[in-house]
């Protein structure tokens, strides 16, 4: 695989504000990336996706960053809520179908 | 949208059996599915892409004699974890790609083996 898991960063965010949650990711070479969340004990979901030909990708509440030159992607969350409360991963492929999952990172929303 | 439904949710099994996990696409055909393992507070990992008609592609490091993976049709991969081992327990998560819909996964499966 590309990126290997580590335990999981954890970022907490007082109900109401932006979060922002970071990716670096391995492989210069991919071309698509996924944000993905999941909730205790169930499989991932699909938040929002961005090609490498873009470096901005907003969706409901959520935006997404790319930057190429360091290889980073951002998900960025407005007004975040308690039910964004889970762990979110972004996730790389190049070229093949195979996705690479990132270390994730957990966010706890305080109400 | 396009829905994967993965089965069972949770299964407990006596070290030394087999156990067979079910991913079925239910709205879409899905030629290639792929199999995750997650571990507690990590990451997904990829173990395996199952294509539809042939033997899956394994990761490296993934042992395929262990984990057996059979895409018999287009909508329907099953993996099987054979003589099963207490560091075997895991989530496994499986996931399909339905081109409009993109990749979709499965709710996971809890394996713990006693």
């Known amino acids: 695989g590309e990126s290997v898991g580590l335990h999981l960063p954890t970022l907490s965010v007082q109900e109401g504000d932006n979060s922002i949650i970071n990716c670096a990711y391995s492989n210069s070479a991919s071309d698509y990336f996924i944000w993905y969340k999941q909730e205790s004990g169930k499989g991932p979901q699909f938040i929002i996706d961005?090609?490498?030909?873009?470096d901005k990708r907003q969706g409901q509440r959520v935006t997404v960053l790319l930057n190429k030159t360091v290889k980073h992607l951002s998900l960025q969350i407005a007004a975040t809520q308690p039910g964004d409360s889970a762990v979110y991963f972004c996730?790389?492929?190049?070229?093949?179908?195979?996705?690479?999952f990132g270390t994730g990172t957990s966010l706890t929303v305080i109400p | 949208g396009a829905v994967v439904s993965q089965h069972p949710s949770w299964v407990i099994c006596k070290s030394g059996t087999s156990v067979k996990i079910e991913c079925r696409s239910l709205?879409?055909?899905?030629?290639?599915m792929f199999w995750y393992r997650q571990f507690p507070k990590q990451s997904l990992m990829l173990m395996a892409t199952s294509n539809e008609g042939s033997k899956a592609t394994y990761e490296q490091g993934v042992e395929k004699d262990k984990f057996l993976i059979n895409h018999a049709s287009l909508t329907l991969s099953t993996l099987t974890v054979t003589s099963a081992h207490p560091e075997d327990s895991s989530f496994y998560i499986c996931s399909a790609h339905e081109g409009n819909y993109g990749y979709t996964f499965g709710s996971g499966t809890r394996l713990t083996v006693v």
């Open positions: 709205d879409f055909q899905a030629t290639t």
């Open positions: 996730a790389e492929k190049a070229g093949s179908n195979q996705f690479y």
């Open positions: 961005i090609r490498s030909n873009m």
